[in-house]
């Protein structure tokens, strides 16, 4: 049972429309008694990353969970269709938005090359958020989020979505070119970078 103040990942996608449907692809039906677990359809949605990240942003607006003070984000990217600088700068967009503070300080590391690559980013009102992209297949749609605020917790894995591989990208929506340098500055480097970007 989730603690009080906490957003279980099924609740906090059912209050948003948009992440709704994408939710419910993601949820394999119960095998029937004798039968066999079912195949995956070919016209599997991919979970909109984008509408994800709108309805966490909404349970923040709701005062659901007080000030997110820390996040755990972590995404596949099994086809390497994007760089991992990209990916990993549209993520700390994102966070930069929940958390209300632009970042002054990342760290890196990993191959963008092998994978996986991890980003630990420091905000200026001292909130943190530790994001990761990780490569090839995973169960679901190989998203972890974890944002914790003052007064409660947001939570969403793909523990229960369907048994076979799905997908997760985003619609739209261009990551900054500055972030991007920094962070595969910080990848060749292995040293810390800090951040002097625009409110």
Do not use: C
């Not at 966070?95 to 970042?103: A, F, I, L, N």
């Not at 760290?107 to 994978?115: D, H, K």
């Not at 200026?124 to 958020?129: E, F, H, I, K």
């Amino acid at each position: 049972m989730a603690k009080k103040g906490s957003i279980a990942r099924r609740e906090f996608l059912t209050q948003a429309t948009a992440t709704a449907a994408a939710a419910t692809e993601l949820t394999a039906p119960a095998a029937e008694a004798g039968g066999d677990a079912p195949a995956a359809p070919e016209d599997m949605l991919p979970t909109d990353l984008d509408a994800l990240e709108r309805a966490v942003e909404g349970a923040i607006a709701g005062r659901r969970i007080g000030r997110p003070v820390f996040v755990r984000y972590t995404q596949s990217d099994a086809d390497r269709g994007e760089r991992t600088a990209v990916r990993l700068a549209r993520m700390t967009r994102t966070v930069r938005q929940w958390v209300g503070q632009p970042p002054t300080r990342l760290y890196a590391v990993g191959s963008a090359r092998e994978g996986p690559v991890s980003l630990t980013v420091q905000f200026r009102n001292g909130a943190s958020a530790l994001l990761s992209v990780r490569r090839g297949k995973s169960h679901g749609d190989g998203v972890d989020l974890l944002v914790i605020g003052n007064h409660g917790a947001i939570h969403y894995d793909s523990a229960t979505a369907s048994a076979w591989d799905g997908t997760a990208t985003y619609r739209k929506g261009q990551a900054d070119a500055k972030l991007i340098a920094a962070i595969e500055r910080a990848l060749r480097s292995g040293r810390p970078e800090t951040l002097d970007l625009k409110e």
